[in-house]
């Protein structure tokens, strides 16, 4: 079955420290990618999203993350957190079967950054 | 309305009883979503319409649960003779309709079911 696995659970990171999330899918066919992120007291929003082309993808708040299609990963990077950034990332995943699309979800990542 | 409304945010309830819960999607977006979040998990797929009907149900758990969208706009999610095991928060998005469009979520409903 389709899966979607985050790695790490839980992070905690000082400010300026950089930051990589990991996320990984089981499925060998065409796939969009995406990483959302729940702020606390927040709605979920949509980070970034890779459907084709450059595999690296930049989002908002100066994330971006990296498809890499033989590794099946689509990890989340940052290069120097902020406290803002405490909140729980969501890495998602569309796949495609036949006329069938589905959206399956990782458990999420909760960050928390120190200031 | 300017982003994705949900009502109740909270609603308590016996076991056995029978819950409504609403969303009203962004004017003019034809996908709406409905997905379940338990504590420490990630959002699980229940449902998928594109306009009134169902693109994608087989996020169902059963046959307790039921979800309609008359008109194309506003969704109602239906849950039948519920269990303590249905207590989560039930979240709502919408998107302009096609896979590559964003999904805007709403503020979720916590159902508790005592």
């Known amino acids: 079955a389709q899966s979607v696995s985050q790695h790490n659970h839980h992070v905690i990171l000082s400010e300026a420290a950089s930051l990589e999330l990991g996320c990984n899918y089981s499925?060998?066919?065409?796939?969009?990618l995406f990483w959302y992120v729940q702020y606390p007291g927040q709605h979920l929003q949509l980070l970034l999203k890779y459907f084709s082309g450059d595999p690296l993808v930049k989002g908002i708040k100066g994330f971006e993350a990296e498809f890499i299609k033989s590794k099946f990963s689509f990890n989340l990077r940052k290069p120097s957190v902020q406290w803002s950034d405490t909140a729980e990332y969501f890495c998602?995943?569309?796949?495609?079967?036949?006329?069938?699309?589905?959206?399956?979800w990782g458990l999420g990542t909760s960050l928390a950054v120190n200031p | 309305g300017a982003g994705v409304s949900q009502t109740p945010s909270n609603k308590v309830t016996e076991k056995g009883k029978y819950v409504e819960l609403r969303c009203d999607p962004i004017s003019g977006h034809t996908a709406l979503y409905w997905y379940r979040q338990s504590l420490g998990q990630g959002p699980e797929f229940l449902i998928y319409?594109?306009?009134?009907?169902?693109?994608?149900d087989s996020g169902l758990p059963n046959d307790r649960f039921f979800a309609v969208r008359p008109e194309g706009s506003v969704s109602t999610l239906k849950i039948q003779r519920t269990e303590r095991g249905d207590s989560a928060v039930y979240l709502c998005a919408s998107s302009l309709g096609l896979d590559t469009d964003t999904q805007y979520f709403g503020p979720g409903t916590r159902l508790t079911v005592l």
């Open positions: 499925y060998g066919g065409t796939v969009n």
């Open positions: 998602a995943v569309i796949v495609y079967a036949g006329n069938n699309r589905k959206l399956i």
């Open positions: 319409f594109q306009g009134t009907g169902a693109a994608d």
